[in-house]
Each structure stands twice: as structure tokens, then as C-alpha cells.
């Protein structure tokens, strides 16, 4: 996207100044026109009421991807710590540069987040790009699009990966409208066509029976949001350096659209907590009832574990959605999943295949979670994980 300024249309109000993050706008007598800051980021574009700011899309065929290097990574944080999102968006990252020889850099927005550039590098990005201020202390979508534009813009990344989490798929459709990139949403697998040096991108489709593969051969940056628990996490280096840029922003409070009162943290218990769990064990169809799942609920406990569930059991309204694994809940990457009483629907499949270990119990002996099992047993879930609970809790008391 690119913008110019109709001088005969403006009335000189000044509303274009306040939005602007890099301050890539001033006035010249009494008409707004745009300096050699301005990163074309269309943040000013609203706030015209003249009509006097237009915006001009390019044309994909005008677009030269030559000039378009390096893979970026935009990290999320929470409590001045990177997500595991992130991590693992440099893990796969790194792989990507490494074949198209280009650099992994990396992007942090914030309000004192320095040491998560630090971070980022130990993980590594080769360089990071650091926008430090106040008003980004908290995810907003009009700042952060703002920023992140501007930067792209400026720099011209040849991919971009941003995590299919709820800030990601907010974000990430944002930017590509603005910058006139395609994008990719909620991918699960990503390699590199180094002939036509392609990003090839797969995502489940058509409610996760096939997986499609796409390409975007004429727009950059190549954009695609990825499944959290899907990669492998990058190797911390605590010894790794590289640079780390820091991006001027000149930031209005009063020009964003929505204010944060007030955060206020859901407590779920911690037998919830499956985006992070080391061991889920998750209760499916086979438990017959709702009252049933106390069997898994006493197994997780025995072992410290997460409580999870098929679709099946959250449609039947045995257990809250907050539990459910699979392509439409949470994809996890525990080190040990126990699967019970759960057929192996491909969408529950999708959401828990990259587990290091799983361990199925089914009394069908041709269900497909076997497939994928690590270990499988076939029986009745009533005699066996009770029985499972029992021997654990002996041995582990």
C-alpha cells in the first residue's frame, strides 16, 4: 500500500499528525505532507476527514521480490517473558533462513522489552528490532499494526511468522491488508522451494480431511500464522549474540481508538492449563457420561497432568470447551499424551500427533488413534485406568 497527500483537498486540521508512529507526516504552511519518515503505514488515513489522504494498492505484478530478504519472527509476551508461541516460531524460523541464506531477525513490541530482544537472539534471530513505548505496553491491534507496518515497509522482510494465537490472528490479516501481502492462516507444516525460493505453506482445510499446499509467488512479504504446539522449540544458546535495532516510534495515546481498564486473568485450574502441560491425559466418547471423566480427572491428578477432551465429549457437554484438543480447540505438544476412550478423529489427530509419547486405550483395536500411538492398549478404559491410577499412585507415593 502507498499514500499520498491531495494538497488542494487539505484544510490543514493536523488530525493526520497525532497517529502517526514514526512522525512521517508535518505540516508546510497550512497544508500536511509527507517527510522521508513516512513508512506508508496508513495509520494517518483515517483520521482525514477531507478525504484529502489517499491510499494507492500496488499491483502484485509491480511487486519486485528481489529486493525483499530475511525471515522475521513478530514475538509475544506476557509478563516479561516470551511465549512459547515465539520460541517456537524461531526454532522453525531459523530453519527457513538457513535454507534460503538469509538472516532471522526478530520484532518485539512493548514497554520495556530490551531483554526480550536479548532473548530472541539466545533463541536465534540474528537480529532483532526492538519498538519500546508506553502505549505498546499491552497488545492493542491499531498501534501495533501501525508499528509493524511501518517497519515492514521500511525493511521489506522476504517472510513473516506470527503465531495463530488470539493477538496473531488479529494481527497478522491486519498487516497484510495494509502492506498488500498474502497470508496464510493457522499452518502446521512450512519448508522452502529453494528453486523458486518459495515459502510452501500447509494448513488442514475442509474441516481438516485434506491438507492444502500455498504457495505466494508474486506479493511480499510471504505471510503465514502457525499452529502454537505444532513446532519444535528453538535451542536456547545463552552465549548466541547479534544485533538489536532500536525503532524510533512516536506514539499518541490519544489517537488509539481503545483504552485497557482493566486485565483480568481467568483462573482455570491447573488441571486446564494444556497449552503448556508436560503430560495430558484426555477422556473421549468411550467414557459413556459426563460423571466418567472423574476416572480421567483422577489419573491427571496422579500424575500431574492436564485434563483434555475429544470434541465429542464438549458437543455432548460433558466437560467445558477449555479442555477440548484437536484441530477446532487446542493443538498441545506434551511429552506424554494418554488418550482414553478416543477413536482418533484426524481433527483430534491434528491437535496432538507431535506429543513425544502417546499412549491410546480403546477397546477397538482398528481405532485410528493407534496409528499414531506410541504405545496402545486394547481393553476396557473402566478396568484399565482405574487400575493404571492405582499402580501409579503406588508408585509414585
Known amino acids: 500500500m502507498l499514500i499520498r497527500i491531495i494538497p488542494e483537498k487539505c484544510t490543514g486540521c493536523k488530525l493526520c499528525l497525532r497517529p502517526c508512529p514514526y512522525a512521517g507526516v508535518e505540516m508546510v504552511g497550512e497544508v500536511a505532507v509527507l517527510n522521508e519518515r513516512c513508512t506508508f503505514c496508513g495509520a494517518c488515513v483515517p483520521f482525514c476527514k477531507s478525504g ?8 502484485l505484478t509491480s511487486v519486485d521480490t528481489g529486493k525483499y530478504r530475511g525471515v522475521w519472527v513478530i514475538a509475544e509476551h506476557d509478563n516479561g ?23 532471522l531477525e526478530g520484532v518485539v513490541l512493548g514497554d ?15 537480529k532483532v528490532y526492538v519498538a519500546d513505548h508506553p502505549v505498546l505496553s499491552r497488545y492493542r491491534t491499531g498501534p501495533y499494526a501501525d508499528v509493524t507496518c511501518g517497519l515492514v515497509n521500511k525493511k521489506l522482510p522476504e517472510i513473516i511468522l506470527v503465531s495463530a494465537s488470539t493477538q496473531g490472528r488479529d494481527l497478522a490479516p491486519r498487516l ?19 528453486d523458486q525460493r518459495l515459502l510452501v505453506q500447509t494448513r488442514p482445510a475442509f474441516g481438516g480431511n485434506l491438507m492444502a499446499t500455498i504457495h505466494c509467488p508474486n506479493a511480499r512479504p510471504q505471510m503465514a500464522t502457525v499452529r502454537p504446539n505444532v513446532m519444535k522449540k528453538a535451542a536456547l544458546d545463552p552465549g548466541r549474540v547479534g544485533d538489536i535495532e532500536n525503532v524510533p516510534v512516536n506514539l499518541d495515546d490519544r489517537a488509539v481508538a481503545t483504552k485497557i481498564l482493566e486485565v483480568i486473568r481467568q483462573e482455570e485450574g491447573k488441571e486446564v492449563n494444556l497449552a503448556d502441560a508436560q503430560i495430558i491425559v484426555s477422556g473421549g466418547r468411550g467414557l459413556g457420561k459426563a ?17 483434555g477432551a475429544s470434541r465429542a465429549t464438549v458437543d455432548a457437554g460433558w466437560i467445558p470447551a477449555y479442555h477440548q484438543v484437536g484441530q477446532t480447540g487446542k493443538t498441545v505438544q506434551p511429552k506424554l499424551y494418554i488418550a482414553c476412550g478416543i477413536s482418533g478423529a484426524v481433527q483430534h489427530l491434528a491437535g496432538m500427533s507431535s506429543s513425544d509419547t502417546i499412549v491410546a486405550i480403546n477397546k477397538d483395536a482398528n481405532a485410528p488413534i493407534f496409528d499414531v500411538a506410541t504405545y496402545g492398549i486394547v481393553g476396557d478404559l473402566f478396568e484399565i485406568v482405574p487400575a ?10
Request: with cysteine; aromatic share 2%.
Open 291 to 307: 460423571e466418567n471423566f472423574q476416572l480421567i480427572r483422577n489419573l491427571a491428578e496422579v500424575l500431574g497432568a492436564a485434563v
Open 52 to 59: 484529502a489522504i489517499e491510499v494507492v494498492q500496488r499491483q
Open 81 to 103: 517473558v516470551l511465549r512459547s508461541s515465539t520460541i517456537e516460531l524461531l526454532g522453525e524460523g531459523r530453519k527457513l533462513a538457513d535454507k534460503l541464506q538469509a538472516p
Open 388 to 397: 493404571l491410577t492405582s499402580k501409579l499412585k503406588e508408585l509414585l507415593s
Open 112 to 126: 520495556g522489552v530490551q531483554p526480550l530482544a536479548e532473548d530472541m537472539i539466545r533463541y536465534g534471530a540474528d
Open 176 to 194: 497484510a491488508a495494509r502492506i498488500g501481502a498474502g497470508l496464510t492462516a493457522d499452518c502446521t507444516a512450512l519448508e522452502i522451494d529453494p
